[in-house]
Nanobody, 125 residues
């Protein structure tokens, strides 16, 4: 069973950057597609980005396209989310999730196989 742990969140000024990490345990991590989601207080969980098991395919939500970049290092069992040009409306808890289906992650399915515990990002104006 794969387990995921996010890190890299924190407080940043508007216009700044952060890089989130999603570290996985388990030898089968490289078989999973991995996505990033966020949820702000009082709002629905929002899909942000997904990367295929090989890293060869990625997909982004329109709200972050051009500002966020997802990548993965299967040797380090880690997926990253580089976030640039951050805005106050990016403030949220950020979560990574893994699933054997890339499509399920893009669809924002609530039944993804593995979720991390989340890391908080706060963007000040």
């Amino acid at each position: 069973q794969v387990q995921l742990v996010e890190s890299g969140g924190g407080l940043v000024q508007a216009g700044g950057s952060l890089r989130l990490s999603c570290a996985a345990s388990g030898r089968t991590f490289s078989r999973y597609a991995v996505g990033w989601f966020r949820q702000a207080p009082g709002k629905e969980r929002e899909f942000l980005a997904v990367i295929s098991w090989s890293g060869g395919s990625t997909h982004y939500a329109d709200s972050v396209k051009g500002r966020f970049t997802i990548s993965r290092d299967n040797v380090k069992n880690t997926v990253y989310l580089q976030m640039n040009s951050l805005k106050p409306e990016d403030t949220a808890g950020y979560y990574c999730a893994a699933d054997s289906s890339y499509a399920h992650i893009v669809e924002g399915s609530r039944d993804l196989e593995v979720w991390g515990q989340g890391t908080l990002v706060t963007v000040s104006s």
